[in-house]
């Protein structure tokens, strides 16, 4: 009888993998419970359970992980348990073998412990394979369910570090599993240690090239130095502006405005009001865009612990004692980390001040445009009134 109830339980089970289980499912799959089946019986046997144990025990095996056809992690063995109850109205089976396969089903949660033999044979059996010679293989397969699942990279080295974790924490619970399973586990546990150093390498090796290379050096003084060249040429220009409007005006106060009380004159008026006006919203417009930038905060060790700062620049340290200046720079030289990322501040915060610049440099030179146009049609309007009337 137990018999045709493991073969319906096969049956059933097959059926609905095939039917509702998620392609994604590339560990949690009807591979994994036949697994976990095979694992039951062995252990079982060699733990000297009776026929009716080793049924409860293979049922519950079947069963462990129908849950995820209807979750995709979180609570998928209380689901199993119900899918389980859907089963029980189809056989003949005593409630008490009913709660004894439920609780064999729930002990597979991973943050419970084992409290009688036969929990500890289901536990022991869903996890045997960190003592597999495939170990690698299978936790491959369960690293890529959950990238397809979370629609997530995860990197080789995060998940054998993960691994490590889990093989850390794990522990096996009956006799049978602790003498003939730990030791394939440890050499498990040994070649996985090897794969996360020579990984870890790779990635120190691969961040010392792409941080210290001569490239990225280069890439720093380039851009710093054409920077530095472009704010130059910027604040050149603005002295261009304000020296010639310095010399209209003073041409305009020296020359025109003494003759402006001449009745033969008039005709300059508006022509000069309109040049002055302009000649100064220019060198009002190239100050400004000259006027340096200083920040007010007080740098703190936090702040360049947490790269909230840039040092480099002596608008933020001058408030900073010398000691404490001293301290952030022997910090940055000893963390490339926070050095490139206040180069990059750096170069950033650069390119800010030069956007500011160079636009209000552009409407320095539209102004100043326009009030020579205005100016001289207003020149040569104002003298055609002029001469039409007197």
């Not at 290379?213 to 710093?224: I, P």
């Not at 050149?236 to 409007?245: D, E, P, W």
């Not at 100064?280 to 612990?305: A, F, G, Y």
Request: with cysteine; glycine share 2%; proline share 2%.
């Amino acid at each position: 009888m137990e018999e045709i109830i493991l073969q319906q339980a096969a049956t059933f089970v097959t059926d609905l993998f095939e039917n509702k289980l998620s392609p994604k499912n590339l560990y949690h799959n009807i591979a994994h419970t036949e697994r976990v089946l095979e694992n039951v019986t062995k252990i079982s046997k060699h733990e000297n359970c009776n026929a009716h144990d080793i049924f409860l025990l293979k049922l519950a095996a079947w069963f462990h992980d129908t849950g995820y056809t209807v979750v995709e992690d979180v609570g998928h063995e209380f689901k199993s348990v119900e899918i389980i109850k859907q089963f029980f109205d189809q056989i003949s089976i005593s409630e008490e073998d009913k709660l004894l396969v439920e609780k064999l089903i729930l002990v597979t949660q991973s943050n419970l412990t084992p409290k009688t033999h036969l929990e500890q044979i289901m536990k022991d059996a869903d996890c045997a394979h960190v003592a597999s010679n495939d170990f690698f293989d299978i936790s491959e397969q369960l690293r890529l369910e959950l990238i397809y699942k979370k629609e997530e990279e995860i990197l080789e080295l995060d998940w054998f570090l993960k691994n490590k974790q889990f093989l850390e924490k794990h522990s096996f619970y009956t006799t049978y599993a602790i003498q003939k399973l730990q030791p394939q586990k440890e050499i498990n546990e040994y070649h996985l240690n090897q794969k996360i150093t020579k990984l870890e390498e790779k990635r120190a090796n691969k961040s010392a090239n792409k941080k210290t290379g001569r490239g990225v050096e280069t890439l720093f003084r380039v851009q710093l130095k054409n920077h530095i060249e472009l704010s130059a040429i910027a604040d050149t220009k603005a002295n261009i502006l304000l020296s010639v409007n310095a010399i209209i005006i003073s041409v305009v106060l020296s020359n025109l405005v003494p003759k402006l009380d001449n009745e033969s004159n008039l005709f300059l008026v508006y022509p000069t009001l309109i040049l002055l006006t302009f000649s100064v919203i220019s060198i009002v417009l190239s100050v400004i865009s000259t006027r340096p930038n200083i920040s007010n905060v007080t740098v703190t060790k936090e702040m360049i612990v947490n790269n909230r700062t840039n040092i480099l620049f002596f608008g933020n340290f001058y408030k900073m004692n010398l000691k404490d200046f001293e301290w952030g720079i022997d910090y940055l030289i000893s963390n490339e980390d926070t050095l490139y990322n206040s180069l990059t501040k750096d170069l950033y915060y650069l390119g800010l001040v030069l956007e500011r610049k160079y636009r209000l440099l552009r409407i320095t030179y539209t102004v100043f445009m326009i009030g020579i146009v205005i100016s001289a049609i207003s020149f040569v309007v104002s003298y055609n009134f002029f001469i039409n009337i007197f």
